[in-house]
């Protein structure tokens, strides 16, 4: 072993720039470019251990990465529903899977993976290379049909309108067959029957409304056993939660737990999301290089209007939602207390 360092597996975000493509918008069927903050999360995601070990007759998957599985927390509108469909794309067809590290000369070929698009991506000596998972599995999981619909209408375009279509041949309205026999399909609380398959991926989506109550959080321990099992992983996608509701996201942010890893970007705590100017620097923080001025899809003024819309009848929605902020409840700016205080006396008056 030269190296224990963990390194990325750097073919997987280069095969999702070259395959698949912009779902909807303007720009509909052009590559999809990966944003920064979503290079540094599938970085991370595909961060594999420096002492991984290649055999390929019993090949390591899950614990061949640094993480068991990623939490990426961020605000509405930054592109969750497009970046989760990339990765479902990726660990449906594409390099998702530690294939032992490159020597000279190395390759990853689509020619050898059933696509004909003649792609070839050529490995630095020493870098970990990746190949498919032979049978993906693949349950895109939110609490409700129209969370899951989010994700699935972005895939449905990124897989029809460009080169996917090749490797993909048909869509369907419920569920995709894969090559080898595999699939993607969508699951809620609802489909608590189908939820004990064997899978080998779990985007689990807006995990801030994952509670005991809706009895998401017995969900996501299912995908979590049902994961290990297979050696696959999750990835985590939420706005920030209600810290009153001990959602699944707030579990996983605040466990010691050193294999989950969690990227939330936030604006300093002394910014005032009240106040306009300060509301306008936390949204240049929390919405990165998605800002138009920056190259990306989302136009400041736009935010700011529907911010100071919620704002006037859900403060803490607005700020959790719009400044990637962790507020309590509805009334953010009131003292915890003072606020079930104020709340009973409202209940008391309707
Ligand atoms: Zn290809």
């Given at each position: 072993?030269?190296?224990?360092?963990?390194?990325?597996?750097?073919?997987?975000?280069?095969?999702?720039?070259?395959?698949?493509?912009v779902?909807?918008g303007f720009r509909?069927?052009d590559?999809f470019r990966l944003y920064g903050y979503q290079l540094?999360?599938?970085?991370?995601?595909?961060?594999?251990?420096?002492?991984?070990?290649?055999?390929?007759?019993?090949?390591?998957?899950?614990?061949?990465?640094?993480?068991?599985?990623?939490?990426?927390?961020g605000p509405?509108k930054l592109g969750k529903?497009p970046h989760?469909?990339?990765?479902?794309?990726?660990?449906?067809?594409?390099?998702?899977?530690?294939?032992?590290?490159?020597?000279?000369?190395?390759?990853?070929?689509?020619?050898?993976?059933?696509?004909?698009?003649?792609?070839?991506?050529?490995?630095?000596?020493?870098?970990?290379?990746?190949?498919?998972?032979?049978?993906?599995?693949?349950?895109?999981?939110?609490?409700?049909?129209?969370?899951?619909?989010?994700?699935?209408?972005?895939?449905?375009?990124?897989?029809?309108?460009?080169?996917?279509?090749?490797?993909?041949?048909?869509?369907?309205?419920?569920?995709?067959?894969?090559?080898?026999?595999?699939?993607?399909?969508?699951?809620?609380?609802?489909?608590?029957?189908?939820?004990?398959?064997?899978?080998?991926?779990?985007?689990?989506?807006?995990?801030?409304?994952?509670?005991?109550?809706?009895?998401?959080?017995?969900?996501?321990?299912?995908?979590?056993?049902?994961?290990?099992?297979?050696?696959?992983?999750?990835?985590?996608?939420?706005?920030?939660?209600?810290?009153?509701?001990?959602?699944?996201?707030?579990?996983?942010?605040?466990?010691?737990?050193?294999?989950?890893?969690?990227?939330?970007t936030?604006?300093?705590?002394?910014?005032?999301?009240?106040?306009?100017?300060?509301?306008?620097?936390?949204h240049r923080v929390v919405y990165e290089d998605a800002l138009r001025d920056r190259g990306g899809h989302i136009d400041l003024d736009g935010i700011?209007?529907?911010?100071?819309?919620?704002?006037?009848?859900?403060?803490?929605?607005?700020?959790?939602?719009?400044?990637?902020?962790?507020?309590?409840?509805?009334?953010?700016?009131?003292?915890?207390?003072?606020?079930?205080?104020?709340?009973?006396?409202?209940?008391?008056?309707?």
């Amino acid at each position: 072993m030269e190296t224990t360092e963990p390194q990325p597996l750097t073919v997987a975000p280069a095969w999702i720039e070259r395959h698949c493509v912009v779902p909807d918008g303007f720009r509909k069927g052009d590559p999809f470019r990966l944003y920064g903050y979503q290079l540094r999360y599938l970085g991370a995601f595909y961060s594999v251990r420096g002492d991984a070990r290649w055999d390929p007759d019993d090949p390591v998957l899950a614990p061949a990465f640094v993480y068991r599985r990623g939490l990426l927390v961020g605000p509405q509108k930054l592109g969750k529903g497009p970046h989760t469909a990339a990765h479902i794309c990726l660990e449906g067809v594409g390099p998702a899977l530690f294939a032992g590290w490159a020597g000279k000369d190395d390759g990853y070929a689509c020619a050898d993976h059933g696509c004909p698009c003649g792609w070839e991506f050529g490995y630095e000596p020493g870098e970990p290379m990746g190949m498919l998972w032979p049978t993906p599995l693949i349950q895109i999981t939110a609490v409700s049909e129209e969370q899951t619909d989010n994700i699935y209408d972005a895939l449905r375009p990124m897989i029809e309108e460009g080169r996917l279509s090749d490797l993909i041949r048909r869509t369907g309205e419920d569920f995709i067959r894969l090559p080898g026999g595999g699939r993607i399909d969508t699951v809620t609380s609802s489909a608590q029957s189908r939820l004990g398959q064997r899978i080998t991926f779990a985007p689990q989506d807006e995990l801030g409304l994952w509670t005991p109550t809706n009895k998401m959080t017995k969900v996501a321990d299912i995908q979590y056993r049902g994961l290990a099992g297979m050696g696959g992983r999750a990835s985590l996608t939420t706005n920030p939660w209600d810290p009153a509701e001990n959602s699944v996201a707030q579990q996983q942010y605040e466990s010691s737990a050193t294999d989950v890893y969690r990227q939330f970007t936030q604006a300093p705590r002394h910014l005032s999301y009240r106040n306009k100017q300060e509301r306008r620097k936390i949204h240049r923080v929390v919405y990165e290089d998605a800002l138009r001025d920056r190259g990306g899809h989302i136009d400041l003024d736009g935010i700011e209007a529907e911010a100071a819309d919620l704002l006037e009848r859900d403060p803490g929605q607005a700020e959790r939602f719009f400044g990637n902020r962790i507020v309590r409840g509805i009334g953010a700016w009131l003292p915890d207390g003072l606020w079930d205080a104020a709340e009973a006396a409202v209940e008391g008056v309707a």
